[in-house]
C-alpha cells in the first residue's frame, strides 16, 4: 500500500491485473488498500468452487452476466458430495442467480457458487481482508499444472494456507 494515499483509483473498462490461470482481473487489492480486494472473474461452464468456509474473511459475489447457483448458509448436514443438495434449518435451499443477483458471505459461513449454464459467467467479486489475489493466483497456478482434476491434497494444503476450509471438492470446469 502507498504510504499517505489519499486519491482514489480509476480504471478503465478491462484494467487491472489479470491473474489469468484464475480467469480473473484483480481491481483493486492488497497495494492500494489492507481493507478489501475487488476482482472481476469470468466463471467458465460447469466451474464449482466447491463448498468451503473462511473462519476470517468476509466475501461479496454480484453477477454481472450469466446465472450461479449460489449457497451462503450452515446446512442442516453438511454432506461430502454436491452442495446444491444443501438445505438450511429454515428451508433455504441454493439461488439460481442471473445478471443482478448478489451474495453476501459473513466469516464462518458455509458457501458456494458455481455455473451451470451453456455459457461463461462473469461477477464481480469483493473479499475482505485485502491480500487474496495470492490465494488465486496460487489457486490458478495449481488448476493449469495437469491435464487432469487438480489434486485433492494439494487443494486442501492451498486452502488450509489461506484460512479456507474445503467442504466439498472444487470442479474446474471448461472453457468454451
Given at each position: 500500500?502507498t504510504d499517505g ?44 468452487v466447491g463448498a ?125
Open positions: 500500500m494515499m489519499t486519491d482514489g483509483l480509476l480504471l478503465s473498462p478491462g484494467a487491472g491485473r489479470r491473474i489469468e490461470t484464475a480467469g480473473m482481473t484483480l481491481k483493486v487489492g492488497a497495494e492500494h488498500t489492507p481493507r478489501w480486494s475487488m476482482f472481476e472473474a469470468e466463471v467458465p461452464m460447469g466451474f464449482d468451503h468456509l473462511h473462519r476470517e474473511a468476509e466475501e461479496v459475489f454480484y453477477v454481472l452476466e450469466g446465472e450461479l447457483d449460489l449457497l451462503a448458509f450452515e446446512p442442516l448436514e453438511r454432506t461430502p458430495g454436491d452442495w446444491r443438495t444443501w438445505e438450511s434449518r429454515d428451508g433455504r435451499k441454493t439461488l439460481r442467480g442471473g445478471p443482478g443477483s448478489a451474495m453476501y458471505v459473513p466469516a464462518g459461513c458455509p458457501h458456494a457458487f458455481g455455473n451451470p449454464g451453456p455459457a461463461p459467467a462473469r461477477l464481480l467479486f469483493l473479499v475482505a481482508p485485502a491480500g487474496h489475489e495470492e490465494y488465486l493466483a496460487e489457486m490458478g497456478e495449481l488448476l493449469a499444472s495437469g491435464d487432469g482434476p487438480p489434486p485433492a491434497d494439494g487443494i486442501a494444503a492451498l486452502r488450509l494456507r489461506y484460512d479456507i476450509e474445503q467442504l466439498t471438492p472444487l470442479v474446474p470446469g471448461r472453457r468454451p
